[in-house]
C-alpha cells in the first residue's frame, strides 16, 4: 500500500526536491563568503568592548569545573575557563568559540537549503538569512551562540537522511551522527531534549514513521541519554535547581515583557525584514508545498518547541535553533517564484524590496561596537552601553578602597557580597588583582559555588540588602555608592555599597537563606 508520506516523496522528486543526484552545486563563494565575512567582523570588534556580566560568570563557573550548576550544563563553562587559562584577559579568545559557531550556523543554514533542492540562489539567501539575524550572538561567549549551529547540524542530518533514503543508500549512520550532536548540545543546553522530543513526535504523526524503526535512531538516543547522566546526577544531588530556574525565568518574562509581548519577541527573532519574511513564508511552504512535503515535520516540530517555550514561560531565543530550517524552506518556495533572478517580475513590484534588503542590513549592525568603545562614552542612551564592560573594574576600584580601608583585624574576617550574580562575577574576576578577599551570592548558580567560612563574620555588600541579609545579620551600614566615573549610564551606577556585620547565626545555618535563583531580591 502507498503511504501518504511516500506520494509526498515522489511529488517531491518531480520537482527537483529530493533525490541523491540532484541537488545544485553547493555556492561556496557566496555562502563562505558570507561566513567568513561576519566572523571576520566580529573578530575585528571583539576587543571594542569588555566582558559581558555572563561571559564573567562562564569563567567563574569554569574555575568551579563541576559536572553541572543550577542554571545550566558545564559545556560553555567549560570552553571559558580553557580560554581564559590559555590567554588571560584576552576577549578575542574568550569568543573565538562563538564566533567560529556563528560562521558554521551560517554555512549550515546554506546546506539546509540546498538538501531541500535549492540552488544557488537559495543557498546564499538562508545564509544571508542567518548572518543578518544571527550574526550579532558571535560578538559575546553565550549558549545561544552554539544552539543555532547545533540544532542546524541536527536539522541537516535528519533531512539528509530523508532525502538518501528513497535512493535506496543505506544513511542509517546519519541518524548516529544526530545522535552525537545532540550529546554535544545537551552539555550546552538541556533545551535540545525539548527539540529531539518533538522531532519524534512530529514523525509519529506526519511521517517519516519508518525514523522510529532505525536501530541507529534509538542507538544515537541512548548516547545522548548517557551523556547527561553526571549532569542530572549533578541536579539530582542539588534539588533539580535547573526545574526551579525554569520558574523564577517564567516570573521574569512575565514581568519584563510579557506573554504577548514574549511572543511578538520570537517572531521577530527570525530576523529583520528579509529572516522575518523567508521564515514565516518558509514555515507555510513546509505545511503546504509538494516540494517540501516530506519535511512537513520539521514545521510541526517547530511548532511544537514554541508552543512549549510560550506555555513554559521561556526565553523568545530559546526557538533561534528551529529558524534557520524556516530560512531555507523559505529561500527554496522563493527559488520556484523567481525563476530567473531573486528580483524578477515587474518593476513597481520590485521596488519595496531595496529599502527592505537596506533595513535588514543596517538593523544588525546596531549590536555591534562599530565605533570604539571610548567614542560611547558620554552617550548613555546608546543601546549597546549596557553590554559592556563599562564599570566592571571601577566597581572593583571602589569594593577593594572600602576594604582596604577596614582595620586589618576586621578585614580578615570580611568578605565580598553582591546582590546579583554579575557583579559576584565581575569582583570575582577582577577582586584578585586588587587584594580582595573570595566574593559569594546566593543569586543564581553562584549560590553553589560555595559559602563563607565560618570565621567571617562581616559583609561587604554591593547592593540591596536583600531579606537573608537582614534577617541573619544585626548592623547594616552604607559605606559608598557605586559610581563608574565614565557618565554611562549602567544598571550598576548608583548601587549602594554597605558594610554588614554581627551575625545572628553561624554560615552553615544561614546560607540556605541566601539562594535565590531570581535575578534580584
Known sequence: MTTSFDSARRSAREVGGLGGTRLSPLARLPVFGIAAGTAALLFALAGRYGYDGDELYFIIAGRHLDWGYADQPPGVPLLALLADTLAPGTLRVLRLPAILATAAAIVLAALLAREFGGDRRAQWLSAGACALAFGALGRLLSTMAFDVPLWTLLSWLLVRWVRLRGEGVKRDRLLLAAGAVAMVAVQVKFQIALFCLALLVAALVCGPRGLLARPLLWAGTVLALLSAVPTLVWQHRHGWPQLRMGQAIAAEVTQRDGTVANLALMVLGLGPVLGLVLGLYGLGRLFTGRELAPYRFLAVAALLVTGFVVLSGGRAYYLHGVYPVLWAAGAVGFQRRWPAAPFAGRRRMRWPLYPALVASVVWPLLDLPLLPQESYVGKPHHRFDKRSEIGWPQLADQVGEVYHRLPPGRRDRTVIMSDDYWAASALAYFGPARGLPPVYSGSRG?????????????????????PAVRAHFGEIRQVAVVDNGLRIDTDYQGRPIFLVSRPKQPWPRMW??????DVHA
Open 446 to 466: 553562584f549560590w553553589f559555588f560555595g559559602a563563607p567560612g565560618a570565621d567571617r563574620t562581616a559583609l561587604i555588600y554591593v547592593g540591596r540588602p536583600e
Open 512 to 517: 540556605p537563606a541566601f539562594q535565590r535563583l
